[in-house]
């Protein structure tokens, strides 16, 4: 499974966008990147996952460029609520390999006024 | 859609007595299972595989015969934490394989917070 890498935390203002940065260097061919957001006391939270190019939807967008070693995760004007912890997550899609996730560190989003 | 539901929210049981979590998947299928724990203010770290029909997969270094896990049915798995004592302590969060979907994205339940007195 690859490792990935995210910045352990981050600061943004109300209305700014924010862009967090994932590292996955072993990306597998067959490995789609996932993006989960994780509040105090509840589970994670699907936003996003996407395979190459850019995935958007109604509430972020991914970038993945053509090598796939990374991947960034783009909040447009974020409020208050978005304070998080922010999972970057690769796994296969091979069912025989499990599809089993493997959490890194996330990165903690923290949203001021 | 994808709405995976956890059973109980949170628990509160005594040394040496044993707790079962059960984990749903309500609209879909899901033929794979995984049970995860958390400690505070640490990240999520993958205890088991659980497969419908079969016997689970453990990770390195958690306890088969502490934590049972059965997966009877396309929409349900248990955790079944025996003998608990208070380093169990933790909140356990199941998620979902929603392998119908071309790019078989996991779902997560909210959930169970456990507290061994």
């Known amino acids: 499974l690859a490792k990935t890498t995210q910045p352990i935390s981050m600061d943004s203002y109300e209305g700014q966008e924010v862009n967090i940065t994932c590292s996955h260097n072993n990306i597998a061919t067959n490995d789609y990147i996932t993006w989960y957001q994780q509040f105090p006391s509840q589970g994670p939270r699907f936003i996003i996952q996407g395979y190459k190019t850019k995935v958007t939807n109604e509430v972020a967008s991914l970038f993945i460029p053509a090598d796939r070693k990374s991947s960034t995760l783009s909040l447009p004007r974020v409020s208050l609520s978005d304070t998080a912890v922010y999972y970057c997550l690769v796994g296969t899609t091979i069912y025989n390999q499990g599809g089993k996730l493997i959490f890194g560190q996330g990165t903690e989003l923290s949203v001021k006024p | 859609g994808a709405v995976v539901s956890q059973h109980p929210s949170w628990v509160i049981c005594k040394s040496g007595t044993s707790v079962k979590i059960e984990c749903r998947s309500l609209d879909f299928q899901a033929t794979t299972m995984f049970w995860y724990r958390q400690f505070p203010k640490q990240s999520l770290m993958l205890m088991a595989t659980?497969?419908?029909?079969?016997?689970?997969?453990?990770e390195q270094g958690v306890e088969k015969d502490k934590f049972l896990i059965n997966h009877a049915s396309l929409t349900l798995s248990t955790l079944t934490v025996t003998s608990a004592h208070p380093e169990d302590s933790s909140f356990y969060i199941c998620s979902a394989r929603d392998q119908l979907l071309s790019t078989d994205t996991q779902y997560f339940g909210p959930g169970t917070r456990l507290t061994v007195l």
């Open positions: 659980s497969n419908e029909g079969s016997k689970a997969t453990y």
